[in-house]
Structure formats: structure tokens, C-alpha cells
């Protein structure tokens, strides 16, 4: 799964929440992540789908079979479905109202034939509305292991973040933990480090003591991670050895052992 | 007009669409600006409005008046009107699908007494969805300046950015400009400047060339901008001296010209 999670370009982005599909998720669970993790990701911002472009789909056109819609392929273990594919220019303009992108987002659900599956990654554009409530309703059957929460270290970001935070509450969604995007940037010349988006009143780390929310780890600024979305290139596979890459990769592990721990106790109670 | 323009703290924040209040719009036209230009800041980010903290006001409440909704000052000649200021915790989470949100935008355009008034500027959410729709259709009757919009240098954000001219271009809203921000990074010890955001395919000044669109000016990334925002204090006056703070100016200039102009050339029609 380590190639999977995007380097979100945007703060607020709020954050996917990872959902097992239920009758396939037996096969990841407990023990170590398999080599093959197979992965899902769906990109839910209807009026500015990024995900195309970032995982190097740009181009490419969903394909209908007897099964439904087919994702577009990554890689063997990683497919993706995007309003991107369905537009016959990148830079089309989706101008539609809550109702509409709800319509798609459902269709996206139901019509698209994912195969076996571990993990479905959804991606959501920052907010409190149309995508959010619709995600969480159309998979209120299925169970969805969490969201997991994007943020940069200023009160400004916070403070929508927070209110993301109380609507997960508000509609009983577990959150995984937050993730602080931006954080800090070290000069490639002199080394110096700079908070270009200072954390004013304590970052992300005193939100998530004063909420009691996971801190899954700070992201630094690399420039290299903006090219490498531009590129439609993996930046873990291209910088391994950025700073940036080992919190991704950190990232990635406690996302999946809290999953992993939830299953786990899940097939105790069962 | 010049501690008006928020710096944004979000790439791919849709631009404000300036419009002139219609009836009230006549002093400020032709000429140099005027000491006490008279603006009206409204928010319609109505999920994750971030205005009332930038601009110094959490806490404020709405008052309610004979002749409608009291705008909340900053200063005498700047009114500000969001649901921030509705809210009873600035951490409350506005759950609300699009016709919610409509709603509320039309009551501000409708039941706020904004008084004699020179600018309106509204500022958007990224998208082109319910809030820009309506917006740009409730203030169809009155003369929309046009539209600017906000990008960052990677071709991720300006993927988005072409999204939303073609949303301006198909409602027939006027593009005043595009602004670059996060423009560049100088390493405060070293002097050295980094591209944080890589401009892959040309940035902002490539874009605006290829769709014949002004490029209002470029901001560079500077600390000061989060802390000021964070403080809700005026990046301007806080710190006259930073390149930023030049370019905003440079902005701010370029978009009164543009309505200035506008404006001479109505006069001259009638």
C-alpha cells in the first residue's frame, strides 16, 4: 500500500477515510501488510479531481464491461476511478450542484466493479458538505474503518480541521488521526529549517492532545514532492531517501495497524 | 482598499469576484482612489470560513437592526459579513448540503445593510459548484467587476484554476486576473530562494499567456503571512517592508485600475 497514499498538494484537503469492502477484506487482516496489498482509490472531488494527474492516469477513459465501470489501473494492485476519466479534457470545468455530484458519487459506489480488494481509499475535497455526508451515508452498510484527516500547522487550517473533526463525531465516523501536511521546510543551500506556515498556537500535535486524536505524523515541505505529483510519478519511489518520504512511509504503517487492530478485535467479538 | 485583501492561506482558493454595489458605486469612479474607499468583505466559504480569524473578529456576533443584518467592522470603512460570525464556537462544523448553503447566501445578499459601499468583494471556496452558481446568479443583476482567482505554481493547482476560468467563461463572469501565491521561498539566513511549489509547466505566467488572461502579480511564501492571518492582524501594516507585501500592493492597484477603468468606460456607453 506505501505507493498508494497521494502527497496531498493542498492544505485542508480533508481526508480520505479508508473503508474495508466488506466481504474481501479478510484476506489483509492481522499480521504483517501483505507484499500485494491490493488497493482502491476513489477520488470523490467532483469539481477538482487531482488524482488522475498525481498517480500519472491523465488520458486515460473508464471502460464499461458486463461488471460495471473498470478503475483504471496504477499498477495491477491499484486501481482508481475519477471524474478526471470522464471528462474529454483536463481541464473541463464539472459545474454542477450538490444533487449531481451526490448522483455520481453514488454511481461511482455502485456501478464500478473494483475486483478483490483490501483497502478502498476515498479521497475528499476539504468541507463539511454534498461529498462528505453522501460518502458516509452510501457506505453507512459497509464498515468503515476511519478518516483520516489532513491539516498545515496554522490556527487558520486548524480551525477548519476541527470542524471536520466534529462533524466526523457528529456522524459517528472513527478518525484514524490527523496528519500535518507542510510541516516545516529545510533549505536545500544552508540547511537552515523555516516554519513557512508557522504553528501559531502548537500545530497539529496540540490539537490532537487537546482532542485526543491520533497525530500520525508531520510531512516537511520537499519541493520535490509537487514535481513529482506534477510528473504523475510516485515521490516515495523517486526521493526514497527524503525526509518527506520516511513520514509518508511511517504514516502508511500506523494507518494500516489500526486497521489491522481493528479487524482483529472485530473478529474477537465475532 | 489596500488591508482588504486577505492573504490566502489555501492554494486553489477560488478568487473573489468584486462586484460594485450599483447604486453606491459612483464615487469611487475615475480618478485615484479615494483615502476612505468603502468595502464589503463577504465570506460564502460557508463550511470552512476562515475570514472572521484572519481578519481580527472571532467571537464578533451579527447584530440584527431595523433595516437587516449589521455587517461586523474591522475598521470604519470595512465591513465583513460570514457565517463565522452565526457560530456559537468557531470549532462548530456548518453540516450542510447545497441548498442549505444557497440559502444562506442569498440572505446575505438580501438582509445584510451594508450602507453606502464602494466594493463588495466575495470570497469563494475552491470549486465550481453550488456557492459559485449562486452567486454569480443571485448578483446577475447587478454588474459583476469580474473575477480573481487565486493559484499556486505547480500544474496540479493550475489544473484546478483552468477549471474554474472555464466555469467563469461559461457563466459569462469577466476575469479580472489570476493571482500566483506561494510564489517562491527565500531562506531567511542564507538569501537562497527555493521554488517550494515547482512551476513544472510555467506557472500562472505560462497559463495566463496560453488563455490570454492578466496575471495580476506574483506572492511570494513569506511566515509572516500565516502568523499575521493566525493573529487576524494586517499582514500590510505588520510588515510594510516584505516582497509580499509589495506584490499585494501591486495587486490591489491592478484590480482597482481594472474597475476603474470598467467603470469609466460604462460612463461613457450611458
Not at 191 to 219: H, R
Amino acid at each position: 500500500m506505501a505507493e498508494t497514499v497521494p502527497a496531498p498538494a493542498a492544505p485542508r484537503r480533508a481526508g480520505p477515510p479508508p473503508a474495508r469492502d466488506a466481504p474481501t477484506s479478510g484476506s489483509a487482516r492481522a499480521g504483517p501488510p501483505l507484499p500485494r496489498t491490493r488497493v482502491a482509490l476513489l477520488d470523490i472531488d467532483i469539481c477538482g479531481p487531482s488524482i488522475p494527474k498525481m498517480m500519472g492516469l491523465e488520458g486515460e477513459q473508464v471502460h464499461q464491461s458486463g461488471s460495471g465501470w473498470s478503475p483504471v489501473y496504477v499498477e495491477e494492485n491499484l486501481g482508481v476511478m475519477s471524474v478526471g476519466f470522464l471528462l474529454s479534457s483536463p481541464d473541463d470545468a464539472v459545474i454542477w450542484r450538490g444533487p449531481k455530484k451526490n448522483g455520481l458519487i453514488k454511481q461511482f459506489l455502485r456501478d464500478v466493479d473494483w475486483g478483490e480488494i483490501d483497502y478502498l481509499i476515498v479521497d475528499t475535497p476539504p468541507g463539511t458538505s454534498d461529498e462528505h455526508l453522501s460518502i458516509v451515508q452510501y457506505l453507512s452498510a459497509a464498515r468503515i474503518d476511519g478518516a483520516v484527516i489532513i491539516t498545515t500547522p496554522q490556527e487558520v487550517s486548524l480551525q477548519d480541521v476541527r470542524k471536520e473533526i466534529n462533524f466526523c463525531r457528529k456522524v459517528k465516523l472513527p478518525i484514524i488521526g490527523v496528519v500535518e501536511n507542510m510541516s516545516g521546510f529545510i533549505c536545500p543551500k544552508c540547511k537552515n529549517e523555516s516554519q513557512i506556515f508557522p504553528p501559531t498556537t502548537g500545530g497539529a500535535e496540540k490539537m490532537c492532545q487537546n482532542l485526543n486524536i491520533s497525530l500520525l505524523g508531520k510531512v516537511p515541505l520537499d519541493p520535490q514532492i509537487g514535481k513529482s505529483c506534477d510528473k504523475g510519478q510516485s515521490f516515495l519511489s523517486e526521493v526514497p531517501e527524503s525526509p518527506a518520504t520516511a513520514s509518508y512511509r511511517s504514516i502508511i504503517q500506523r494507518i494500516q495497524e489500526y486497521c489491522d487492530l481493528q479487524h482483529f478485535q472485530e473478529e474477537k467479538i465475532i
